[in-house]
């Protein structure tokens, strides 16, 4: 494409170089540039985009974006305000409009995301529907699927595996909406066409500092509903019983039709309610009505959590136009995503399940599940990520510390931090509530390890924090781990 054409989208500072030159690529990556492409040099935490612009140009760059000029550059250099907004801009130009040619389901909370996408493309396989899916664990389409490193990948990667989307076929992309993501402008000018929200509670505060500001990153997604240059219905699937997602029902800058789901009381005419709920040990029940019928329905999947998942399952879907009968019995059939409440196959007379719980919210939902469970007594084990908020850490350990027989204070991805330093944050918050039934071992091996040698019959271990991940980051370095094969290895051990 032309690089004049191009540049008809974006507001330019300044121009250094050619302009009429063919532009055969994207890319943000320096060392995955080929001959052709345009480089955008994006500012990260740790680096600025400029110092890779030789080795950009040395792989065949011909024009580089950056937020300030490149002296002595050798290709085009086109100087804009916010390079990030830019890419989303010229990536949806290039690859014309994909989101235009998509029926896009955003997902956003801080609880539930990825069960719920999970979820919707179990149904949506069983009726032979083409789904893609973007999320935390990986990126689905097709025959593709790619490992994620993010929950939501920047803007070029979106219109390109959405472009790929279109030429496979495939007409709805479900997606996890990260509020990183729409602070950051990842998803910036894509078209959703139903959004839903979880729950909020407290995360991430160490990158949006309060909940006002995390909440009105979330609300940035349902407000880009009103965009519609595709003409058609928007909805706004949205948990009522959530103190945030009242607020958001309740706001009238929201322009699409507002579903509430909700096992507490009903909220307004559109509505999906679950009551006379049974949770035990092998399945959940309960009785839907909503506002085009009502069913009994049962599921594979145990927890009060789960019974909203799937009622934010069954919105989205009826949403799609998919009939209720249809999706009652594809219900039954239906997966959810790895690592969340997994089970590690063994012999043993207890169990150990994988959680990816890393909030305070998250981790009781969990363990009121497994108390459905009916257990002798409830080990858990985990920890918190360092450079991510502080304050949730002493929270997970009261929860901990409260709904368990005993605890194992542990590292989880320590990053940057000490990993003695964020046991000690978290140990504070058992001592706070007088709790003494834990033990800090900073290895998290060594914890998972002495957490199932302490397990006696009809015990249940949870491991909680990483669920899916295979990696453990120390420092800026990512090493292979994996709790499910951590703790697979210990119970073929012992």
């Known amino acids: 494409m032309n690089l004049n054409i191009l540049l008809e989208v974006i507001e330019i500072k300044n121009i250094f170089g050619n302009t009429n030159i063919d532009i055969k690529g994207l890319s943000y990556d320096s060392r995955k540039v080929s001959p052709g492409d345009m480089f955008f040099a994006l500012n990260g935490t740790h680096t600025n985009g400029i110092e890779f612009s030789d080795q950009a140009i040395s792989k065949g760059a011909v024009c580089i974006v950056s937020d300030t000029e490149i002296k002595n550059c050798s290709c085009t250099n086109i100087v804009v305000n916010d390079v990030f907004l830019c890419m989303?801009?010229?990536?949806?130009?290039?690859?014309?409009y994909p989101d235009k040619k998509l029926t896009i389901i955003g997902v956003t909370g801080t609880n539930g995301k990825t069960s719920i996408t999970y979820m919707t493309e179990s149904i949506f396989k069983k009726l032979n529907i083409n789904i893609g899916v973007i999320g935390t664990i990986s990126y689905r389409y097709a025959d593709v699927v790619i490992d994620a490193p993010n929950t939501t990948p920047?803007?070029?990667?979106?219109?390109?595996?959405?472009s790929e989307m279109v030429k496979s076929n495939i007409k709805y992309l479900i997606m996890e909406v990260s509020s990183h993501s729409l602070e950051l402008g990842r998803v910036f000018g894509i078209e959703f066409d139903i959004a839903v929200f979880t729950n909020l509670t407290q995360d991430h505060l160490d990158f949006h500092k309060n909940m006002d500001n995390y909440f009105n990153a979330k609300k940035r997604l349902f407000y880009s509903l009103s965009q519609n240059l595709k003409n058609n219905k928007k909805f706004a699937i949205i948990n009522s019983d959530d103190f945030y997602g009242k607020k958001l029902l309740e706001d009238s800058r929201i322009a699409a039709t507002k579903i509430s789901y909700s096992t507490i009381s009903k909220y307004g005419n559109i509505f999906c309610f679950a009551k006379d709920i049974l949770l035990n040990s092998k399945y959940s029940s309960f009785t839907l009505e909503s506002w085009v019928g009502d069913a009994e329905i049962e599921v594979n999947h145990i927890g009060l959590h789960n019974v909203y998942n799937i009622l934010a399952v069954i919105c989205i879907c009826i949403s799609t136009g998919i009939e209720l009968r249809k999706i009652?019995?594809?219900?039954?059939?239906?997966?959810?995503?790895?690592?969340?409440?997994?089970?590690?196959?063994?012999?043993?007379?207890?169990?150990?399940?994988v959680d990816y719980a890393h909030t305070d919210d998250a981790l009781k939902n969990v363990l009121e599940a497994i108390k459905n469970l009916k257990p002798s007594k409830i080990i858990t084990v985990f920890g918190c990520g360092g450079n991510r908020d502080k304050t949730?850490?002493?929270?997970?350990?009261?929860?901990?510390?409260?709904?368990?027989?005993?605890?194992?204070?542990?590292?989880?991805?320590?990053r940057e931090e000490e990993p003695v330093e964020i046991t000690k944050d978290i140990e504070a918050g058992a001592k706070e509530i007088n709790k003494t039934n834990y033990k800090v071992i900073v290895d998290r091996k060594e914890a998972i390890k002495q957490a199932i040698i302490a397990a006696k019959e009809k015990d249940v271990v949870l491991i909680a924090g990483k669920g899916h991940?295979?990696?453990?980051?120390?420092?800026?370095?990512?090493?292979?781990?994996d709790d499910r094969e951590t703790a697979s290895e210990i119970l073929n051990k012992i």
Do not use: W
């Not at 989303?88 to 014309?96: E, R």
């Not at 594809?330 to 409440?341: D, E, I, S, W």
């Not at 295979?470 to 370095?477: D, K, L």
């Open 88 to 96: 989303s801009k010229l990536s949806a130009k290039f690859y014309d």
């Open 154 to 162: 920047q803007s070029l990667d979106l219109y390109k595996m959405m």
């Open 328 to 353: 009652v019995e594809c219900l039954k059939y239906m997966t959810g995503a790895p690592g969340r409440l997994e089970l590690i196959k063994s012999n043993k007379k207890f169990s150990v399940v």
């Open 392 to 414: 949730k850490r002493p929270k997970m350990a009261k929860v901990a510390c409260s709904m368990s027989d005993f605890v194992f204070i542990t590292s989880d991805n320590p």
């Open 469 to 481: 991940e295979n990696y453990q980051i120390i420092g800026r370095n990512k090493i292979h781990f």
